[in-house]
């Protein structure tokens, strides 16, 4: 089996997994924070550029900016939806407004120098926009998951990234970068916590995934900027290396505080 296609099959759907399972140990909000790694839509772009060079995925990168506003779309539509829809209605109306919102900014075209400001500021009005976290009756929280919860987060991120990647020649890259950041991942962990533990641990899961973003606007904006110059190599190593170390300090900082209590 081709390199290339192992990379698709394999590495973002792992990195999901191993993700979601850290996010079960240490409660809802940090498995928002830790679902908003780049480890689908860094993969994403990973391919991108080696399938059609760094000028190409600089490009796609500088557009990810923008899809992670929709992203933070999704979060707020999903967090309304959810004080009055099942989870199934809700994830429908989320994708739909982000969907929508994708096609919309994939016709505009912002260098990463604007667009980071442009997605740090979209995510601080999705922050402010959520609902506040009402309390709840009725609710039973249980710590069980379905067996193939793990597996299907594990395939729909395999068939995103094998379908923007296959397709990403013919889409170009600026709507190549936008789907990169779809929420996949996301959505799998916001209906469950919607199912599972109610809207107002959906809520709070939903404010992690918007903390988390701005690690992943950072991770795109030095893809963006320095692919072309450094090379791919050089420019993910650090990409990567100052999100984690973000998140890493986020999660630190979180800890010296009361841990939550609820799992995702």
């Given at each position: 089996?081709?390199?290339?296609l192992l990379l698709k099959?394999?590495?973002?759907?792992?990195?999901v997994?191993?993700?979601s399972?850290?996010?079960?140990r240490?409660?809802?909000?940090v498995?928002?924070?830790l679902?908003?790694?780049p480890?689908?839509?860094?993969p994403?772009?990973?391919?991108?550029?080696?399938?059609h060079?760094?000028?190409f995925?600089?490009?796609?990168?500088?557009?990810?900016?923008?899809?992670?506003v929709?992203?933070a779309?999704?979060?707020?539509?999903?967090?309304w939806?959810s004080?009055?829809?099942?989870?199934?209605?809700?994830?429908?109306?989320?994708?739909?407004?982000?969907?929508?919102a994708?096609?919309?900014?994939?016709?505009v075209?912002?260098p990463?120098?604007w667009?980071?400001?442009v997605?740090?500021?979209g995510?601080?009005?999705?922050?402010r926009?959520?609902p506040?976290?009402?309390?709840?009756v009725?609710v039973?929280?249980?710590?069980?998951?379905?067996?193939?919860?793990?597996p299907?987060?594990?395939?729909?991120t395999?068939?995103?990234?094998?379908?923007?990647t296959?397709?990403?020649?013919?889409?170009?890259?600026?709507m190549?970068?936008?789907?990169?950041?779809f929420?996949?991942?996301?959505?799998?962990?916001?209906?469950?916590?919607?199912?599972?533990?109610?809207?107002?641990?959906?809520?709070?899961?939903?404010?992690?995934?918007?903390?988390?973003?701005?690690?992943?606007?950072?991770?795109?904006?030095?893809?963006?900027?320095?692919?072309?110059r450094?090379g791919?190599?050089a420019?993910?190593?650090?990409?990567l290396?100052?999100?984690?170390?973000?998140?890493?300090?986020?999660?630190?900082s979180?800890?010296?505080?009361r841990?939550s209590?609820?799992?995702?």
């Amino acid at each position: 089996m081709p390199v290339m296609l192992l990379l698709k099959l394999l590495l973002a759907p792992a990195l999901v997994v191993g993700s979601s399972l850290a996010g079960r140990r240490w409660g809802a909000q940090v498995t928002g924070v830790l679902v908003t790694l780049p480890v689908v839509a860094g993969p994403i772009l990973l391919i991108t550029c080696l399938e059609h060079g760094t000028a190409f995925g600089a490009a796609a990168a500088s557009s990810s900016l923008l899809g992670l506003v929709t992203l933070a779309l999704f979060a707020v539509a999903f967090a309304w939806c959810s004080r009055r829809m099942r989870w199934a209605g809700a994830l429908a109306t989320a994708w739909a407004a982000c969907l929508v919102a994708d096609l919309a900014v994939a016709q505009v075209s912002l260098p990463a120098w604007w667009g980071l400001p442009v997605t740090l500021a979209g995510i601080a009005a999705a922050s402010r926009a959520l609902p506040p976290v009402e309390a709840e009756v009725g609710v039973r929280p249980t710590r069980t998951w379905p067996w193939w919860d793990l597996p299907g987060r594990a395939a729909a991120t395999a068939c995103l990234v094998l379908l923007v990647t296959t397709l990403s020649g013919a889409l170009g890259p600026e709507m190549t970068g936008v789907l990169a950041p779809f929420p996949i991942a996301t959505s799998v962990v916001a209906a469950f916590v919607l199912a599972r533990h109610g809207s107002a641990e959906t809520v709070r899961t939903l404010r992690g995934v918007l903390t988390g973003l701005v690690g992943f606007a950072v991770f795109c904006f030095i893809v963006a900027v320095l692919v072309d110059r450094w090379g791919t190599a050089a420019a993910f190593g650090l990409a990567l290396t100052v999100t984690v170390a973000g998140q890493l300090a986020w999660l630190r900082s979180r800890a010296s505080r009361r841990p939550s209590t609820v799992p995702a």
